[in-house]
């Protein structure tokens, strides 16, 4: 148990709170459920997946009193602190009214003398330790006992609500960077997108064209292509580790979703002096995943990597004429223009999508001449460089911020983040007060302190 700061006493929750349980009447008994607003509030984990807000009043759906009846689940007053024991473990709200909640749950129920949100704010901060006092195999679960272990720091009631109200401020400030700041990725990808699609429509060398429309051909894929050719087929049991001997081969989990592609990890196979002269990637091969999920076949990338690699049957290899940029045709096929095109020919069953080579081969492609090609490479690599830095930046910035919730609760919690008060009532002799009253504590409201 951490120790206690100056004025605070370390105690076990269960001697300051009730531990609640929570239940589900059978599933398939209708009768013990009804829509939200028409019966009995109750909540499960799921209720607080992704929810930003303090408190919760209700859950996706209500029992009825027969279903409430019908299983272990308690009516828990306003105020309680709810705490998810199992899938996940670590989820807290404070209960806005009273609710019920099914057994992914040990509530708390506190008396008058500890503010809801300073239990809310402290549970957050021992989520760790919570989930190292839970035990199972399929999964962790945090059992009604051990949740009557957990450390507890009562704080005098005057210093819970100071505590309780600066954390309020900051960490709604907090959110709201970490807000802001979710809504540049999707920014991002938007300016990428728009960035090919004004490649690919003539828009981004306008100015070097001199204003003039764009006088471009639109062959087919298949005659701008010398060479195309899928890659060695390995199976799982073929691949190892890199090691002397064996040939670096690369597969479709390395081709990016955005751009590029990662070698690193890269597995090894045996292959014959004829298989990696055939398979051996050079500078500049276009590299297309014909079988993938279906969000993510058609990736492409420009091999720039080195020397002595080969690649995967679910990647198809293209060579081009001359006059044809390698770098073109993946932003043409990696442009809204490009994708709509892939989508048209993709052939896709429930979990599984392919782009066969014959399809590939007969879509048109846009082919500006070879100088405005070059062109559109540069600026399409400058603009995305910018975007790149952008991203790196934002990504320091979630770090950092990402940071700041778990430093404030430690320092809430060592005493640390507001003034104390040498008149305040120390908590001992709030916990003695408390002891005294707790025959009448199960049915009081742990809302803020009147102090």
């Known amino acids: 148990m951490n120790a206690a700061p100056l004025g605070w006493k370390a105690v076990a929750i269960s001697e300051v709170a009730q531990v609640v349980g929570g239940g589900t009447p059978p599933s398939k008994d209708q009768r013990c459920f009804a829509a939200p607003g028409q019966g009995i509030p109750w909540v499960t984990p799921a209720d607080l997946s992704g929810y930003k807000l303090q408190e919760i009043s209700r859950g996706s759906r209500d029992l009825t009193p027969a279903g409430l009846a019908a299983c272990s689940a308690k009516l828990l007053p306003a105020g309680a602190v709810l705490f998810s024991s199992r899938a996940p473990i670590g989820y807290v709200a404070i209960a806005g009214g009273p609710v019920a909640t099914n057994q992914g749950f040990k509530s708390f129920v506190f008396p008058e003398g500890i503010d809801s949100r300073f239990a809310y704010y402290q549970l957050r901060h021992i989520k760790p330790v919570a989930e190292a006092l839970a035990t199972g195999t399929t999964f962790k679960e945090l059992s009604g006992s051990a949740a009557a272990k957990l450390p507890f720091l009562l704080a005098p009631a005057s210093e819970q609500k100071r505590i309780a109200d600066k954390l309020d401020t900051v960490l709604t400030r907090v959110d709201a960077v970490n807000t ?27 100015d070097w064209r001199g204003g003039q429309s764009p006088d471009w051909n639109q062959p087919l894929f298949a005659e701008v292509v010398v060479e195309s050719l899928t890659g060695l087929v390995r199976s799982a049991s073929e691949q190892f580790s890199i090691k002397d001997g064996l040939v670096p081969y690369l597969k479709m989990n390395s081709v990016g979703e955005m751009w590029g592609y990662e070698c690193v990890d890269l597995p090894g196979v045996h292959c014959s002096a004829e298989e990696f002269k055939r398979y051996e990637l050079r ?29 995967n049957n679910n990647l198809l290899r293209a060579r081009f004429h001359s006059g044809i940029n ?24 429930t979990s599984v999508a392919a782009i066969y080579q014959r399809s590939l081969m007969g879509l048109p492609i846009l082919r500006p001449p070879e100088e405005e090609q070059t062109e559109i490479v540069r600026r399409v690599e400058t603009l995305f460089n910018f975007a790149d830095r952008l991203e790196a930046r934002l990504q320091t910035a979630q770090s950092a911020t990402g940071r700041l919730t778990p430093a404030l609760l430690a320092k809430a919690f060592r005493g640390e983040l507001v003034p104390q008060d040498p008149n305040d009532e120390p908590a001992i002799d709030l916990l003695r007060r408390l002891q005294q009253e707790a025959p009448s504590t199960s049915t009081r409201r742990g809302r803020k302190s009147a102090v």
């Open 180 to 206: 802001r700041l979710a809504r540049v990725a999707p920014i991002l990808k938007r300016f990428r997108q728009s960035v090919l699609a004004a490649a690919t429509s003539g828009r981004l060398t306008e």
């Open 283 to 311: 500078q500049g091969d276009w590299l297309f995943n014909t079988r993938n999920s279906v969000e993510l076949v058609g990736k492409s990338c420009v091999w720039n990597g080195p020397a002595g690699v080969v690649f």
């Open 326 to 349: 390698p770098m073109w045709v993946e932003i043409f096929f990696r442009s809204p223009k490009g994708r709509d095109l892939l989508a048209a020919v993709k052939s896709a069953t």
